[in-house]
């Protein structure tokens, strides 16, 4: 299927094709602030925590809301797989979602500049990224061919141009970068400031924060630590596998994304990352974050080669068929490190098994309260 963004100007909106997914436990007044790049697309507001608090959410957005009471609702029993207080609940919106595409943004993250001063309107970015191909077969070292002002540097082979589907696009973040809690208490003053360039000089003459202008595939076979706070992705290509584990309440990790990305390989589909910047305002408390993750810090040191050696078998020609095997292979290779891992294998199954009833032309409707307010 080719890609449909080719050269056209401007970049499609896409506002009946894509959901915001908004994680939160927060009121939503962050939403002001992105309402001009926002304000067409319907949001699916995923509240965790307590149910019976009340979010504010800015008037004239069009959103669906979703607390733990509809989760419970909504899947009965396999609501056991949605994390409950920690933000891979978002999984839910993904799940509800009827739309091709997916955006998924925290509550803390803002709108961005670029070195230019102008606003970055990260979900146009996204969108160029998804409907562009990716290289992951053929590192391309001016980056993105695809981009404006960009091609394909000599010696890049002719057969390769057309590239692979993009099935993901990981957005950066300006400010608080998203560091893992002891990397945050050593540094605990560190922003994203990084001198890819010479300092631009703001007007008190001091170097304002700069950004790396660059989008690239992540090559064929390299993991790479994914952040949900600023993530699109096709949803019907891989939005089975776009689940974030079983984390928070009641289990022994958090903050650590167990995401079967290794599925873009085995399918021939591309995952880029860079551009575009958000701005995260909010370094989240890394003591209380150390806690959440102290078992994924050296329970991932035996899960990242096991995930690096996984193949799948040719027979698994769908997603869902993918993420199945993988669950065996996570509790048949992981099971031992820790009984964890044999619940989070559980937990995979029974986000297909929920997705599928979801998402299967006769599968139920999520009924959510609906919300506009007008
Ligand atoms: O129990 C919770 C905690 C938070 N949320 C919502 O999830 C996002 C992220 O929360 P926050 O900004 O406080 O935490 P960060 O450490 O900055 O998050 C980043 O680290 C990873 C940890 O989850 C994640 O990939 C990034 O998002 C906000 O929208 C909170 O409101 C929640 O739903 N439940
Ligand atoms: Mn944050």
């Not at 070195?115 to 996204?126: C, D, R, T, V």
């Not at 991932?300 to 193949?311: H, K, N």
Request: proline letters at 7%.
């Amino acid at each position: 299927m080719a890609q449909l963004y080719s050269s056209m100007k401007p970049t499609p909106m896409l506002k009946d094709e894509l959901d915001i997914v908004i994680p939160t436990i927060r009121n939503l007044d962050f939403l002001e602030m992105w309402r001009p790049f926002f304000e067409k697309y319907h949001l699916i507001i995923v509240q965790d925590g307590d149910p019976s608090r009340t979010i504010n959410i800015p008037k004239g957005f069009d959103y669906e809301l979703y607390n733990r009471n509809d989760i419970n609702r909504i899947l009965g029993p396999k609501s056991s797989c949605i994390s409950f207080k920690d933000s891979a609940c978002r999984c839910f919106g993904y799940m509800v979602s009827k739309k091709k595409y997916i955006y998924t943004i925290d509550d803390d993250c803002f709108v961005a500049k670029d070195p230019s001063g102008k606003e970055i309107n990260a979900l146009e970015q996204h969108i160029k990224n998804l409907l562009t191909p990716s290289t992951p077969d053929f590192f391309n070292t001016l980056y993105d061919p695809y981009g404006d002002g960009a091609d394909f540097v000599r010696g890049y082979p002719f057969s390769m141009r057309e590239g692979a589907i993009t099935a993901v696009s990981h957005g950066l973040w300006l400010n608080i970068p998203d560091y893992d809690a002891p990397t945050q208490l050593v540094k605990p003053l560190e922003r994203n400031s990084r001198k890819f360039y010479l300092p631009l000089k703001s007007l008190n003459n001091e170097v304002v924060l700069l950004y790396v202008d660059a989008v690239m595939t992540i090559p064929k076979g390299t993991l790479f630590p994914m952040c949900g706070m600023n993530l699109a992705f096709d949803r019907e290509l891989i939005g089975p596998a776009m689940y974030f584990g079983l984390m928070g309440d009641g289990q022994p990790i958090g903050r650590l994304t167990i995401c079967g990305l290794v599925i873009c390989d085995h399918m021939g589909w591309g995952v880029k990352t860079g551009l575009p910047y958000i701005w995260h305002s909010k370094a989240s408390n890394p003591f209380v974050n150390l806690r959440k993750e102290y078992n994924g810090i050296f329970w991932q040191e035996e899960a990242i080669p096991f995930f690096q050696s996984v193949t799948l078998p040719k027979e698994c020609t769908s997603v869902q068929q993918c993420y199945m095997e993988l669950a065996k292979l996570v509790k048949e290779k992981l099971g031992k490190v820790d009984p964890y891992f044999t619940k989070l294998a559980d937990g995979m199954v029974t986000w297909i098994e929920a997705w599928d009833e979801l998402n299967s032309p006769d599968g139920a409707e999520a009924k959510a309260p609906k919300g506009k307010d007008e």
